[in-house]
């Protein structure tokens, strides 16, 4: 990251995508024409440490996207510049499929709430025209669960092989897509708590899966018990959404904070220590709230808006865990700026403190 960048980044914390592409837009041999349609861009921020091996560490930031939007083009390459300004190699596409409650089979891709394939494609290819490496990420809708009290790790579909076919084929299509787009990895589930143990029909996708796609793949688990050891060995990478409970009290210093994760990061360890595979984090965030990191898994409704919080949680987190894991998602940015971010009180880091404490965690600043 340049001094002047710093700067201003530093008046206040806040950043907006326009300072970032004043500050860091390529210039001469650096500036290349994109080939994405009007209003794109034309032109483009590269990634700082582009990945040249599949070992290199994965220095990310999950991206949520859903729906069809008609300017989805022009908001993925505004939020794929920032992100690759701030000195993020690795974008994660994580987008909703949906079920109609806990007990249906009938896992698919919403018209109007999951991206069209084209648009999912579209991405992928902004993403790998500045360098970045991409994992796709399908994740269960809990919303669509929500009337049954339910969460996507508590679902009991009321045939379970039926659920694993129809769940096959979905994921089957975006592994088709990822062969074709060279997408660098692919989850193959995420956060499925109750289906874990269904070893033989995990086994069976994956090996499918395989078939057809030639690219990394993964699982992210719950941080709240063990890494499903049926078919951990299957996959090139295990992944965990790291939402381990900080035991710290309200106002806790980045000291504090980086003490209070050697627990988490144990079990970071531990996970490796068994399955011998590379462990990435693919959701790390707290929501900007006092106190949330002693529950960073919820928005903590009722809490204050603290943005300074979740900007030491970033910190800490970032220095608890290097070296451990092999690569960090934060928990997430969107391609719909918020236009009030410093009133925002959720999980989302951009035009906050914690969005600087990115470009320092990755080496940009």
Not at 28 to 54: N, Y
Not at 155 to 183: C, H, M
Not at 198 to 227: C, E, M, N, P
Not at 247 to 267: F, S
Request: proline share 5%; net charge negative; hydrophobic share 40%.
């Amino acid at each position: 990251m340049t001094a002047g960048l710093a700067l201003l980044l530093g008046i206040s914390g806040l950043t907006t995508y326009s300072v970032l592409k004043s500050a860091l837009a390529p210039s001469g041999a650096d500036a290349v024409v994109a080939q994405a349609s009007t209003p794109t861009p034309t032109q483009f921020v590269r990634v700082l440490h582009q990945r040249t091996h599949d070992a290199d560490f994965q220095a990310g930031v999950m991206v949520w996207a859903s729906g069809n939007d008609p300017n989805f083009d022009f908001k993925a390459a505004q939020e794929l510049d920032r992100l690759a300004a701030l000195g993020v190699n690795s974008v994660g596409l994580v987008f909703p499929i949906v079920q109609t409650s806990a007990q249906s089979v009938d896992v698919h891709a919403d018209p109007t709430k999951t991206p069209s394939l084209d648009r999912i494609a579209l991405f992928a290819r902004e993403a790998h025209q500045r360098g970045f490496t991409v994992l796709l990420r399908p994740l269960l809708d809990e919303r669509t669960l929500a009337t049954d009290r339910q969460w996507r790790g508590t679902i009991t579909p009321k045939s379970v092989d039926v659920w694993f076919q129809a769940y096959q084929n979905l994921i089957l299509g975006y592994a088709r897509l990822a062969q074709r787009e060279r997408i660098d990895a692919l989850g193959v589930g995420s956060e499925l708590n109750s289906l874990e143990d269904y070893g033989a029909q995990w086994l069976q996708i994956i090996g499918q899966v395989r078939k057809i796609y030639s690219g990394l793949l993964t699982y992210s688990s719950t941080f709240d018990h063990g890494y499903p050891t049926q078919f951990a060995q299957s996959l090139d990478f295990l992944s965990v959404d790291a939402y381990y409970p900080l035991d710290a009290r309200d106002g806790a210093t980045v000291n504090d904070l980086e003490v209070a994760w050697r627990h988490g990061r144990g079990e970071l360890e531990k996970v490796h220590a068994t399955s011998g595979k590379p462990v990435t984090v693919t959701e790390i965030g707290t929501a900007s709230r006092t106190g949330s990191y002693r529950t960073p898994w919820t928005l903590q409704p009722g809490a204050s808006l603290d943005l300074e919080t979740q900007r030491r949680y970033y910190q800490a987190s970032c220095g608890a865990l290097s070296g451990v894991v092999s690569g960090l998602y934060w928990w997430y940015a969107t391609l719909d700026a918020s236009s009030a971010p410093a009133s925002d009180a959720g999980y989302n880091p951009m035009g906050k403190p914690a969005e600087l404490e990115i470009a320092k965690c990755y080496g940009s600043k």
